[in-house]
């Protein structure tokens, strides 16, 4: 009724993930629809997440959003796409339920607060999509599995849809126009091999100047070497990744997220004109790794670098000390990465 002036609230948390064989190309750019399939490693929400409270009341006048204190602008297409969703979901729970209360028809507050530095290029539209959408989800009392409202966090950010899942999480590309079955898929649940660690190195260059979203349209367009990527190697690998997390096989996820990333940033130099995400700072983290694998004479660590020139390190508990030991001691000492140890190295973050 009308003078019911009752504010109704949901918070939730999401984690950002890091993946492994990388997202690079829409299809269609209005609902994030990727070139090829995906698959991401959930990093542990008590190290990097993003917390989000939504709650909506007759009483408010706007929908609003605030990302560490700050208004963001919620009229983005992006972030339409997703509310529309999701009180369209509303408003059928409401059609069934005529006691419920009628929340579709309320203006939302969303407030959202990062626990890591939001510009530092770590995935963080990829958690802040995935915890808004669950947020306004929970508020609603929807009846959605994670892999359903990966359908809508993708059209947040394509990259979002892999954060409403713990563990190791592969997003389908796909087959259909309306983007129905491009969804995100648990591959093995974090327990499944809970020994895996992820090092977050941030390097202490400035921030990238070619957005993702950008970036990936203009490979798209000019990359020869991107349309083998995404026709010949991505679902080859795919099947690979998915196999060696099944089997817990390191040296075959080391093997395979390396190369994933180094041909993902090929595809970038063969991008025209070219894009760098990657630096001379970025380069001293892989010659490290290599360092650390040839001296143990097996694969104990693993690189991967997105949008930017922070590196991701992967390896498992048991070479804690040699790998993020040996990187905690020299990334304070190696130009260019954080001095600050407490900011340049993320310890190794458990998964959920
Ligand atoms: C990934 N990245 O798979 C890849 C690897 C960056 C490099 O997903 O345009 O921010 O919002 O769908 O998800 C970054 O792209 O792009 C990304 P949009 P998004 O994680």
Redesign the pocket.
Known sequence: ESNNQEVYRASTYAPVNI?VI???G?RNTTL?LPTNS?L?VTLSQDDLRTHTTASCSSSFTDDTLSLNGSPQDIAGARTQACLRELRQLRKDVEAQDPQAPKLASMKLQIVSENNFPTAAGL?S??AGFAALVRAVADLYHLPASPTDLSRIARQG????CRSLMGGYVAWEKGKQDDGSDSLACEVAPANHWPEMRALVLVASAEKKDVS??AG?QQTVATSTLFEHRAKEVVPKRMRAMEKAIHDRDFAAFATLTMKDSNN?HACNLDTDPPIFYMNDVSRSAVRMCEAINFSHDKLVCAYTF??GPNAVIYYLDEHENEVAGTFKGLVGGVKGWEGKRGQAVKDGAKLP
């Open positions: 993946a990388k997202y690079w829409k994030n995906s991401s995935a539209s990829a950010s394509g990259s979002a993702s979203t990936m993902f997105d949008a």
